[in-house]
C-alpha cells in the first residue's frame, strides 16, 4: 500500500530528474506521459487497497493513505494523465520546441506537488505541498511569456500567497489550541488533532477554521476569493489549465473538508458548515453573473471552475451522507469534464486564432468529431442529464434537503439553470451563428488532440448512467470517518 | 505551559523584541525608498532570531536555537541580500505612485494594532491567559498580518509585494515562536526554506516582468478584467 501511494508521486518525481538529465523535447513528452501513466496506474488501484484494508499511515506518521486522501489522488492522477497525452499535441503547437523539456519537468513537478498534498498527514506539511504547487504552477502559468500571460503569473502567485499565509496562521492557531490539551509538544498530524478537538477551546477552533477557510480557499478560488483563477486559467496553456482546474482545485479542497471535521469535533460546525455554504452560493453567485456576459473562451471555462467549486464546497457545507457522497463524486466528474472543456477550449482558441468568443464560428461544421465532443462536454458541464454531473449535483441538493437547508438550496438550482442558459448560450453562438464578417479559417487538429477529449467523455458518460455502489459505500464510510453525519 | 511560567526577565525580552519587530513594520509602512523596506525587514528577522534563541533559552526548547540560527542566516541575510539584488536590477529606488499616502497608512496601520488588540484580548480572556505575554504575541501576529495586506493592497511596485508577503510570514513565524515553540522542528525549517523558494520565484517573475511587461508597477498590470 505504502509502494502503490508512494509510485503515484515517485513516477513525477523520476520524470522531472530525466528530464533534467536528457533535455530532448521528444524524450521529455515520452517521460512526462510514462510517469502520468504510472501514476495513474497506482492512484486507481489505491482507493481499491484503501477501501479493503482501511486507512494507514506510515514512515513515523508522515505519510496518510486514507480513504479522502485516496480519492483525490485518483481524481488529480485523471487529470494529470489526460492532460499529459494532451500537452504532446498542444504544446507542438505553440512552437517552442527548445523549452519543451523545462515545461515536461514543470508539468511533472506540478503533477507531482499536487499528488503530495493528500498524502500529507501533517497540516504543516500539507500546508507547504499546496504552497509549492502555487510556485511551480506560476512558471506553467507565466510560460508563454506573454505580458498577459505573466500578468496572470503575477496575480496569482500574489493573491495566492497572501491567502494561504492565512492558511498557515489558521494551522499554527489550531496547533496551539491543541497544545492545551496535549501538551506543548505534540506530534502535528490530522489525528492528533482529531484527539484533541473535542476538548478544545470553540472560540479559537472556529477563528482558525475561518483562517484556513479564507486561506484554502483562496486556493480553491471561492469567491469573493477566486480573483487570481480567471486570469490564471485563461493565460496558462490549455493542459495547464486544466490541471490548475481539475486537479489543483481539490487538492486544496480537501484542507478544507479536513478541518472542518475538526471543526464539528470541537463543536463549532453549525457555525463552520453555515459559512462555507455561503461562500458556495456566492461563488455560485459571482460565477453566473460572469459566465453569462462573458467574452473569452477560456475564461468562461475559467468561471465555470469557480462554480463547481462553489457546488462541492455546498456538498461538504450541506454534509450529512448524501452531500459528501454528492461533492465527492462531483470532484471526480468535475475532473473529467473540466479537461476536456479546456482541451477543447484550448483546441479552438489555436485553430482558430483568438480567445474572443465572437470570433469562433461553426466550430461543427469544420471539426465533426472534436466539435461535437466539446459539445457533449458543454452539455454535461452545465449538469444536464445524462452526464454524471447530474448524479453529482442532484445528489449534493438533496444532501440539502436533508438536512433541512431549503433556502441555500433553492438559490443553488436557480443559479444552475441561470449558468446553463448562459454557458449554453455560448455555445450556441459558437456552433449555429452565422460566420461573422472576416472569418478566421481554423487549422487542423492532430490525433493527440482529440483522443483525450474521448477519454474524458466516455467514462463521464458511464458514471452519468451508473453510479457504482461500491462508490456510494467508499463515499458513505467518508462521511462517517469526517463525522459529518450531523 | 509555557506561557505562564515565565519569569519576568523572560517576558521582557519577549515583550520587547515582539514589540520592536511591530515598530519595524511601521517603518516599512511609513517609508517610500524600496531600499529602507529591506534594512527594516531585516533587522526583523534578526530580531525574530533573536527571539527564537531567547525562547529556546528561558522556555528551555534546545531545537529552537538551530531555527535562531536558521533565521538569521535565511530570512536575516540571504533573502535581503537576493531582494537587494532585484531592487538594484528594477532601477526603481522609490515607490513612485501612492495610492495611500505613508501617513495615512501609518494611521491606517495603527488603527489595525488597536483592532489586532482587542480581537487579542477576547481570545486571551477566552482561554485564560489575559494575564500573559499571549496577549502581546497574539497582537502582533495579527497587527503584522493586517500591516502586510495593507502593504499587498496600497504598494504596487513588485519588491514593496514580495515585502508585504514576507511580512505576513514574519508575523506568524514571531508569533508561533512564543505561542507554540513546541512546534515540529521539521516544519519550521522546511517553511524556511519554502521561504528561500518563494523569493527566488519571485525574482525570476520580476525578471519576467520587465523583459515582457516593460513594468513592475501593478497598476499598470490591469489587462486581464471580467
Known sequence: MLSLALMTVLAPAAAILLIGVIRQPRFAEFVNLAAAAISFLSALLLPLLTAVRGPHVFWGGAITVDRLGAWVQLCTSIVYLLSSIYAVGYMRMLGEEERLPRFYALFAGFGLTTLVGPMMNNPGLYWIAIELTTLVSTFLVAFERASE??????????????????????????YWNGSFVLGPRYDMTWASLARAAPHIDPMLALLSFLLVLIGFGTKVGLAPMHTWLPDAHSEGPAPVSAMLSGALLNTAMIGIVRYLSLADRAGVGQVSHNVLIALGVFSLFVAALFIVRQEGVKRLMAYSSVEHMGVIALGFGFGGPFGIAGALYHMLNHSLNKSLMFFGAGNVMRSYGTKEISRIREVGLRFPVMGALWLAGAVAITGAPPFGLFQAEFSTLRGGLAVGDIVPVIVMAVLLIVIFIGFLNHFRLMYYESVVPHPVEPKALGAWCVVPMWCALVPLLLLGFWWP?????????????????? | MVLTQLGPLAAAIFSLVAIASLLLSFVMLGSHALRHYLYAFGAQSWLIAILSASVGYYANFPELYLIAILTFLFRGLLLPYLLLRIVRRLAVPREPIEILRPSSSLVIGALSVVFALAVAHNISVELNLADTIAVLALTVMLSMKLIGFLILAARQEAVSQILGLLILENGIFLGSQILVPGMPLLLEVVILFDLLIVVVCFGVLVRYLMANAGTTSSRELRRLVG
Open chain 1, 149 to 174: 500571460a505573466i500578468e496572470a503569473g503575477w496575480k496569482y502567485i500574489i493573491v495566492v500567497s497572501g491567502g494561504i499565509s492565512l492558511a498557515l496562521l489558521g494551522t499554527v492557531l489550531s
Open chain 1, 469 to 486: 455502489n461500491a462508490l456510494w459505500n467508499y463515499f458513505d464510510t467518508i462521511a462517517h470517518v469526517l463525522g459529518n453525519t450531523q
